[in-house]
């Protein structure tokens, strides 16, 4: 085998422990943590975990480690303090995501503030269940693409498109989903109209 391929293997066993050991210290449930790490999607993964341990550098995260901030409001709805909960969660140009996100599942809730029980919200413990990696892996794709969509308009001054983000969100997870699921063969176009088929 390749030496490089193999310091790449080493490296991503090495980071996947660390992260592992890290997300279970001190963690009473490390049930979330353990599904996140069986999806077959590790970058997006690590996202994810420091999204739910609360280690992103949001602007509520980044003042409280003493770096100087001028504005520390959400860049997408200039209302609230920018934290983890807010910007992926409560933000009203967020929120009407996840509640569409609610009708493919067929259900009507309340969503938790909590990473971690926004995570398992619409899980039922089967590791096994398509329909449980689905949502599972929806979710790290739409935080995902909310941050990259709220970092281009932090530091790109992008104008933020809720639809552009839903857009992005769908492709990226039918894209996983492509690779993740042997039998998956649907054209996105196909896929994407018949999303409560997919989720529900």
């Known amino acids: 085998m390749d030496r490089r391929i193999l310091q790449v293997i080493n ?10 050991s890290e997300a279970t210290r001190g963690v009473v449930d490390n049930r979330p943590f353990v599904e996140l790490w069986k999806l077959r999607i590790p970058p997006k993964a690590a996202f994810a975990w420091r999204l739910i341990r609360n280690r992103l550098p949001t602007k509520a995260n980044l003042r409280k480690r003493q770096v100087e901030i001028s504005d520390v409001t959400c860049p997408l709805c200039n209302n609230m303090e920018e934290d983890a909960a807010h ?8 929120l009407p995501l996840w509640w569409e996100s609610l ?15 926004h995570f398992m919200q619409h899980t039922n413990g089967n590791v096994y269940s398509i329909k449980d990696t689905r949502w599972k892996c929806w979710w790290i794709a739409l935080t995902w693409t909310i ?5 281009k308009t932090v530091f790109d001054t992008h104008i933020f498109n809720t639809r552009k983000v839903m857009d992005d969100a769908l492709l990226l997870l039918w894209s996983w989903l492509k690779v993740m699921e042997k039998d998956f063969t649907m054209h996105y176009n196909q896929w994407s109209s018949q999303l409560g088929d997919v989720f529900g």
């Not at 009708?103 to 029980?117: C, D, H």
């Open 11 to 20: 490296y991503v066993f090495f980071i996947y422990a660390y992260i592992l």
């Open 87 to 94: 910007l992926f969660f409560q933000c009203s140009r967020i």
């Open 103 to 117: 009708l493919w599942v067929g259900k009507k809730a309340v969503f938790p503030q909590n990473p971690i029980e």
């Open 147 to 151: 941050w990259q969509h709220r970092n």
